[in-house]
């Protein structure tokens, strides 16, 4: 670590009010919630606060100005045998700094939620960007992760009701085999944990957002999958056996005679996964097409009419 006044922008003969000071401001400016696509502010926080681990201390901050230790809090040269003042390898007073670690002023003290709280939203210090950790002695801090990186993936629909696996490229051109949630939807959101950009604390996280695309014929209503399928006349007026496409093939599908158009049949179990497991189902709309300038079923349907006052319903 370079100089530690250097690095707070502060002179060698600062109180402990400037240097509580300037900490605080960098701090805040350097903070990883608030540069999140910038991974060396990450690098440059766990500097900041290295920096003044150390001349938070006033007996760190001593032995550092008389040159017994560095920059890092490590013993300067092997001469010390842990007499008074000495705190060499073995001092038994001597503690050896951490870079993730935070001590704070032995006297009055420094509360890194006092300098989040308004910044942050009161999160009780820095959630877990922050800095310290699981060593002995630290107070709970953790060193900063990198930050996270956002993809998209465009599922098409078929895939979603199958829950087929996505191979996704990550930024580091590396591959994945990602496997769909059941409930997936357009929108779900995905965490990829230790995917992201690199950081003091470790690797941050990859969010990975489905969209779902639209097909040339199926479309999503709730958990169920719609399709619109095309019957010719005599199929509907006859009744016929016929193919319809699904998301995992095709199948038989009987049309009942004298079927109209806007009819829906439904095939159980052929939707999308729920949370549960369960499936919801495949609505499939007839629509009757009728040929364009048939003559032949002209001439067939030549005096004939429909008794039906088939809009009454409407009121006309």
Do not use: C
Not at 152 to 177: F, Y
Not at 219 to 233: F, T, V
């Amino acid at each position: 670590m370079a100089d530690p006044y250097s690095i707070l922008g502060v002179a060698r003969s600062a109180s402990e009010k400037d240097i509580k000071s300037a900490y605080r401001k960098l701090a805040k400016e350097l903070h990883p919630d608030r540069n999140a696509d910038n991974p060396k502010a990450a690098e440059r926080f766990a500097e900041v606060t290295g920096a003044y681990d150390l001349l938070s201390d006033k007996d760190k901050r001593a032995r550092f100005d008389r040159g017994e230790i560095d920059s890092d809090g490590n013993p300067m040269g092997f001469g010390y045998g842990g007499g008074a003042g000495g705190g060499g390898f073995g001092g038994g007073a001597q503690r050896g700094f951490r870079a993730d670690g935070f001590e704070g002023f032995t006297g009055e003290g420094i509360d890194i939620g006092d300098i989040f709280d308004g910044l942050f939203g009161g999160r009780g210090g820095m959630g877990g960007a922050g800095f310290g950790g699981a060593q002995p002695g630290a107070r709970g801090r953790t060193a900063p992760k990198g930050a996270s990186i956002q993809y998209k993936l465009g599922v098409s629909l078929p895939d979603a009701v199958l829950l087929h696996t996505q191979r996704i490229t990550l930024a580091d051109g590396k591959t994945i085999d990602l496997k769909l949630p059941a409930g997936v939807e357009d929108g779900t959101q995905m965490r990829l944990s230790g995917k992201g950009e690199p950081g003091p604390g470790g690797a941050g996280d990859a969010l990975v957002t489905i969209h779902l695309q639209p097909h040339p014929f199926f479309r999503r209503e709730g958990d169920n999958l719609r399709l619109d399928l095309p019957i010719s006349l005599d199929e509907a007026v006859h009744g016929a056996k016929v193919k319809v496409p699904t998301a995992e093939g095709v199948v038989m599908l009987t049309v009942a005679p004298g079927s109209s158009s806007g009819k829906t049949l439904r095939l159980g179990g052929k939707g999308f996964t729920r949370k549960d497991g369960s499936r919801g189902d495949q609505l499939v709309t007839l629509e009757v097409q009728l040929p364009e300038q048939d003559q032949d079923l002209a001439r067939r349907l030549e005096g004939w009419r429909d008794p039906r006052n088939l809009r009454a319903r409407l009121g006309v």
